[in-house]
């Protein structure tokens, strides 16, 4: 799956993902950033690519003045 997400000719195909995946996936990305960032993950080597993540207890609840619920990380609780 990594040889194949980082074959250039995927770059060509983001679009039509786009399109698939729009109705499953909220981000404030736009289609040109997601383009943009897909060039730059192609040089990405897999040993460079970690993956971290922090719990329900590390996290404050809070709602956006447009009424999104979001988690807020508590740096205090995290660890590094």
Known sequence: MWSQLKSPDIIPRIP??????SGSVKTDLGLDD????ARVGIDVKPQRVHSYYI???ETIDWVTDEGWQVLLPRLDKIQL
Do not use: P
């Not at 997601?34 to 960032?37: N, V």
């Open 16 to 21: 039509g993902l786009w399109s698939a995946l």
């Open 34 to 37: 997601l383009l943009s960032l």
């Open 55 to 57: 719990g329900r207890s």
